[in-house]
């Protein structure tokens, strides 16, 4: 691959902003486009988008402009609720029109269905949406209607059995219409296959973490029985724009408004059926056909009131949530992933099933023969405090550290390849 790689930041967000400067300051990259989704930024040198001098390459809304760049690779930044409302068919059309793709959002593992695949049934969608409890500003004024109306479609269908033939065949029209499917991994391959390109999904967790740190870890024993991921973050200092701030989380509102059908809970799945399908197939040489997710997700009162941004804490609504995602190869645990988020120390949740009174950061386990293994990374100072800047740097890092190799393969779907490798010594 010819240096400076040509690239395109699609979403210039806390993440893909981030990916925007470091790449307009390094010499192995050349940023011939961005894409941008606020009509303000629509012609504004995208120097001047991240606080540096002008470049001479202004951004744009247009999608058939960007499209029409000659560019090597794409860097995929979506907004999370945006999976819901066609970042896939997006990422199909940069990938016929030639380019690579790398995102931070998604693709981690295409083949593994979620609950919104488009091989899913639509009324088994459908059902799923027309439970989901919204908070906040996750979705805009036309998606909160949307989702009102399927909740009251589905409770008309519920009670019409005989008629589910016909109704699934409705249902498929109007679910890719509110809020469209996943594609499968089948058609995100073909998508590569036709633009002679890759596509990869990276970032912190999912990616970085499991994907290598993890599955590292367990290449060094000899047989692995399970494996246990633990994250546990503040988010008191992540930004206001993520997810649509902390009340689309859940953080701040009544207890009874977070639970499995959250849309948290919904939408983190997507990400954590493709790192439990990534586990069972490297440890296990499982198809995503067998893997199985289930969900559980609560909240923790909170304990002291903590303003973030925008956002007031007040003792007794959501402090933190605890989600746990369990992945079973027909009856047998393999795989038990966490995610336990606070906002403020004084909310931090160390309940009994809080192992180890984490404080910060992530713990791994690996559980096999001839013993087990555990990781743990965690603030130095055994503080809450959190660095939200440092876990986007993270995953900003591990998107352009691995966009040469992804360039030069084969086109397809590209994973982490944790084969050893070696090299001469030079000393």
Same mark, same amino acid.
């Given at each position: ?7 395109? @930041? ?24 961005? %894409? ?19 470049? *001479? ?17 794409? $860097? ?56 989901? %409890? /919204?908070?906040?500003? @996750? ?17 008309? /269908? ?16 109007? $679910?890719?219409?509110? $809020? ?32 290598? @740190? ?29 997810? *649509? =701030? ?5 953080? =701040? ?21 493709? /790192? ?8 296990? *040489? ?6 199985? /997710? ?18 007031? $804490?007040?003792? *007794? ?64 100072? =055994?503080?809450? %405090? ?42």
């Amino acid at each position: 691959m010819a240096h400076p790689i040509r690239v395109i @930041v699609w979403g210039p967000g806390d993440m893909g902003g981030r990916a925007l400067h470091t790449a307009l300051n390094s010499p192995d990259f050349d940023v011939v486009g961005v %894409k941008v989704f606020s009509p303000h930024k629509d012609g504004v040198d995208i120097g001047t988008l991240v606080g540096l001098p002008p470049v *001479g390459v202004s951004a744009t809304t247009s999608k058939a402009a960007i499209l029409a760049l000659d560019a090597d690779c794409v $860097i995929h930044t979506p907004t999370t609720p945006a999976l819901l409302q066609g970042a896939d068919n997006d990422v199909v059309e940069l990938l016929e029109s030639g380019k690579n793709v790398v995102s931070g959002a998604s693709y981690h593992n295409p083949a593994m269905p979620t609950w919104l695949s488009s091989s899913q049934p639509a009324l088994s969608v459908l059902r799923t949406i027309g439970d989901m %409890k /919204v908070t906040g500003d @996750v979705f805009g004024a036309r998606e909160r209607q949307a989702l009102s109306a399927l909740h009251w479609t589905m409770k008309a /269908v519920d009670s019409a059995r005989p008629l589910q033939r016909p109704l699934e065949a409705a249902a498929s029209a109007v $679910i890719d219409r509110v $809020i469209p499917r996943r594609l499968t991994g089948e058609r995100l391959q073909s998508a590569c296959l036709k633009g002679g390109v890759s596509l990869h999904g990276t970032g912190l967790h999912p990616g970085l973490m499991v994907e290598q @740190v993890l599955l590292r870890l367990a290449s060094l024993l000899d047989d692995v029985h399970e494996v246990r991921f633990l994250e546990v973050g503040d988010l008191s200092a992540a930004p206001d724009g993520m997810w *649509g =701030g902390l009340a689309s989380l859940g953080f =701040g509102t009544d207890l009874s408004a977070v639970d499995s059908n959250h849309a948290i809970a919904l939408m983190q799945h997507f990400y954590f059926d493709a /790192v439990l399908g990534n586990v069972a197939h490297t440890l296990f *040489g499982a198809q995503a056909k067998d893997v199985r /997710v289930e969900r559980h997700v609560y909240p923790v009162p909170a304990r002291v009131e903590v303003r973030a941004g925008g956002t007031v $804490i007040r003792p *007794g609504t959501v402090g933190a949530i605890h989600m746990t995602y369990r992945g079973y190869l027909g009856d047998r645990l393999f795989m038990t992933n966490e995610e336990c988020w606070h906002v403020g120390a004084g909310n931090a949740h160390l309940g009994p099933d809080h192992p180890n009174s984490l404080s910060g950061g992530h713990l791994i386990s690996v559980d096999g023969l001839p013993g087990r293994l555990e990781f743990r990374s965690e603030p130095e100072d =055994g503080s809450f %405090k959190a660095d939200w800047s440092a876990v986007t740097d993270i995953s900003v890092n591990a998107i352009l550290d691995s966009i040469p190799a992804v360039c030069a393969a084969r086109p397809g779907v590209v994973l982490p390849d944790l084969t050893p490798r070696y090299r001469l010594e030079e000393a």
